[in-house]
């Protein structure tokens, strides 16, 4: 089973080393990494998709604990949650297509943001059910280049994931 | 008060209490090494190569209970230690290491004598520092004596560039360490406490599973306190050992691989396996699914990551082992055991550790007992790795927690004779002897040099059988007796090399030698090399041949 993990850990630099090179030599297959700085300068989140059973995630979590650097866990999958992903595609485009691309990217409420001479670039966010799904729409046309950013989540309504914990508001 | 940063990093040191450090100089780390000139109160012991460095601090550590401390320079100095940490690490010992780097302006141009230590040292460090920030400096070292000597102890490493360390800082020690992702467990759960001594009270077939954690925190008082209370069993893994005193009738011996058969067979057969900071390591197991298989386990230790890790556990207690002893004895009472207690006695009898009598050379087994029975537990024991060790685990009678100091998780060759040097210094008043063989002792015998330059009065007993015994009885059995590269076709004159470092030198072919030459060795003031010349058709038995159950033991 996939585990959605947001993870809490001091902004130092080599803390992205750490937790990757913590999966790779521990086995565990990491699905998708997003890391950003979060409303503290000194604490950054990671969004980790991690693959496995329960098992697997007990030992993912306990060893993440082990870093130092690691503030706080919380496997945010039985959650009520919000995730999100954003994509780039580049496809290829004649200039007969624009349109039917466009529409394309209306139904999946996608954003144009640069046209080339042969090419269009949209911009999508979504899960990644959709962002698969948009994917699968545009590969007919000839998809040059795409970039994704990894999920990120958070939970929904007045649960959060802060620096002491999962709490509900105040 | 202002001072350099390399300065600072001497004077905490001083306020940490370090009284030694073991290391070895160089170009990136000098300007420490010259503040180091005025700390009267540091003891600098020079070693001959920077693994000897870990290895000694490591034993000191394990004989004194303080954190080791280790200096080397930057590129081969620092990647030298990378097998004392990565030993210090498996065997959870803690440590403080202090590399010199290149200055920050070359970090990251392949400069002379740079490597990123940092980097490499990850996985085998329970925590590094880089440090980029003078300033800093002071709350490092202090963090990193907390996360290296608390919880699970293990090596810390931090690197300091040259131009870092001749910076001039304000001087301020911070009184308290605040790592917001660091706050090891010390008292067990309640509620898991109770629910494991209802467990302990109710069993028919107890058995007490003791690994090193039992050492770390001090509990061999409180283990003794358990088993006597719950009349229990108690098998020692190889770190454990010494943590249970040998001669008690309720001593099981080392269990898994090259275990007891006594020991194992009453792991197969119990009904509640007490693991105490320990942690199911793939040789003391065997095959997993026939390792305790009817029994509920109760599993302390200070890692929560060790608990359900390898095998499912019924009552998981993640605490210090002395104290949450401490609180599960106050829940039992006395409980008196016979049906079990006379079946293991069945098994002690009918499977006892043996070794055969034939041929003219030496038994390397009763080299051990020799030496047992002229020290009677009162020694020190380093050993290195191989077939001496694991005769050590199970002919040598561990009397007094800590008296072991071996190399367990990783199983280092040449850990011995540094470990020897560094317990010694820890233990100036004890006898520290040196078990070891004709191939783990030349894998660091430079440090031959300091154990003379320190005036230790070590007793090195090398079993010379002329081969990697261990690795030969692998071939015998693995590889259909094909040997290949273990045999070797020259072994130096171990007695001579005594005389080359000024120590005294023994051949010893007969027991009958050993055992009127012993007295001598052990009472003379000085070190001495003890080379015995041993059977080398002897094997390390019983074994549990890989993907086997520890019950399924041969005799070989």
């Given at each position: 089973m996939r585990h959605t993990l947001a993870v809490l850990v001091e902004n130092n630099p080599g803390v992205l080393a750490r937790v990757a090179g913590l999966f790779s030599r521990r086995g565990f297959n990491i699905d998708s990494l997003a890391v950003g700085r979060t409303e503290r300068p000194d604490v950054s989140r990671m969004t980790i998709v991690v693959e496995g059973d329960d098992r697997v995630l007990e030992q993912v979590s306990k060893q993440l604990h082990?870093?130092?650097?690691?503030?706080k866990i919380s496997d945010i999958t039985p959650e009520e949650y919000v995730d999100r992903e954003l994509v780039l595609i580049k496809v290829h485009c004649e200039a007969v297509h624009r349109g039917e691309i466009m529409q394309v990217a209306d139904v999946f409420r996608a954003r144009i943001v640069d046209l080339g001479r042969k090419t269009i670039t949209v911009e999508c966010t979504g899960n990644d059910g959709k962002i698969n799904a948009f994917e699968e729409a545009l590969r007919p046309y000839g998809i040059k280049e795409l970039v994704r950013t990894g999920k990120i989540a958070m939970m929904r309504g007045t649960r959060f994931t802060s620096v002491s914990g999962v709490r509900d508001e105040d | 008060m202002e001072m350099t940063v390399a300065q600072a990093l001497i004077r905490c040191l001083e306020l940490e209490e370090v009284d030694i450090i073991f290391g070895y100089p160089g170009g990136a780390i000098l300007p420490v090494y010259d503040a180091l000139c005025k700390a009267a109160s540091i003891k600098h012991v020079l070693v001959r190569h920077e693994q000897g460095a870990v290895h000694a601090a490591d034993a000191y550590s394990r004989a004194t209970g303080k954190v080791g401390v280790i200096m080397a320079t930057s590129g081969p100095g620092a990647t030298n230690l990378v097998t004392g940490i990565a030993n210090a690490y498996m065997d959870s010992v803690p440590l403080v290491l202090i590399t010199g780097q290149v200055p920050t302006s070359q970090v990251?141009?392949?400069?002379?004598?740079?490597?990123d230590i940092t980097g490499i040292t990850m996985p085998i460090t329970k925590h590094n520092y880089l440090v980029?920030?003078?300033?800093k400096l002071p709350s490092i070292i202090k963090s990193a004596f907390h996360i290296a000597s608390t919880g699970r102890p293990g090596p810390v490493l931090i690197d300091l560039p040259k131009d870092v360390a001749s910076e001039t800082i304000k001087f301020t020690y911070p009184e308290k360490v605040s790592l917001r992702g660091y706050k090891p467990t010390y008292t067990g759960h309640p509620a898991k406490v109770k629910e494991a001594a209802k467990l302990m009270m109710n069993s028919q077939r107890p058995v007490i599973y003791a690994g090193g954690g039992v050492l770390n925190s001090g509990a061999a008082g409180e283990l003794l306190q358990l088993a006597e209370t719950l009349t229990a069993p108690v098998t020692n893994t190889f770190m454990g050992l010494?943590?249970?005193?040998?001669?008690?009738?309720l001593f099981l011996g080392m269990l898994g691989l090259h275990g007891t058969r006594y020991a194992n067979l009453a792991v197969t057969n119990c009904d509640l396996l007490i693991a105490l900071g320990a942690r199911f390591d793939d040789r003391v197991t065997g095959r997993l699914a026939a390792f305790a298989p009817n029994a509920g386990v109760v599993h302390v230790d200070i890692d929560p990551a060790e608990i359900g890790k390898n095998v499912q556990v019924h009552v998981p207690i993640v605490g210090d082992v002395k104290q949450v002893l401490q609180a599960i004895l106050a829940h039992l009472k006395k409980k008196d055991r016979t049906g079990w207690l006379e079946q293991i006695q069945q098994w002690k009898k009918e499977y006892p550790l043996t070794y055969g009598s034939g041929g003219e050379k030496m038994k390397p087994q009763a080299v051990i007992e020799a030496i047992y029975r002229h020290t009677r537990g009162e020694a020190v024991v380093t050993t290195d790795v191989g077939q001496h060790q694991m005769w050590v685990a199970q002919y040598y009678r561990f009397k007094?927690?800590?008296?072991l100091i071996s190399s367990g998780g990783l199983g280092t060759m040449g850990f011995g004779l540094p470990a020897a040097v560094g317990a010694q210094i820890g233990l100036p008043d004890r006898l520290v002897m040196l078990i070891t063989g004709d191939g783990s002792v030349q894998m660091n015998i430079q440090e031959l040099a300091t154990l003379v330059e320190q005036k230790l009065p070590i007793k090195i007993f090398i079993m010379n059988n002329n081969c990697l015994g261990l690795v030969r009885q692998l071939q015998e059995f693995y590889c259909e007796r094909r040997y290949i590269a273990t045999e070797f076709g020259f072994v130096p004159d171990f007695a001579r090399l005594a005389g080359a470092y000024g120590i005294a030198g023994y051949d010893i072919e007969t027991l009958e030698q050993l055992d009127k030459m012993l007295p001598e060795i052990i009472s003379n003031p000085g070190a001495a090399i003890v080379n015995c010349r041993v059977d080398a058709s002897e094997n390390v038995s019983p074994m549990v041949m890989a993907g086997q159950g520890i019950d399924e033991a041969i005799d070989c």
């Open positions: 082990k870093l130092v650097d690691v503030i | 990251g141009t392949d400069a002379f004598q740079e490597v980029k920030d003078a300033k010494s943590g249970f005193p040998g001669e008690h009738p007094y927690p800590g008296t």
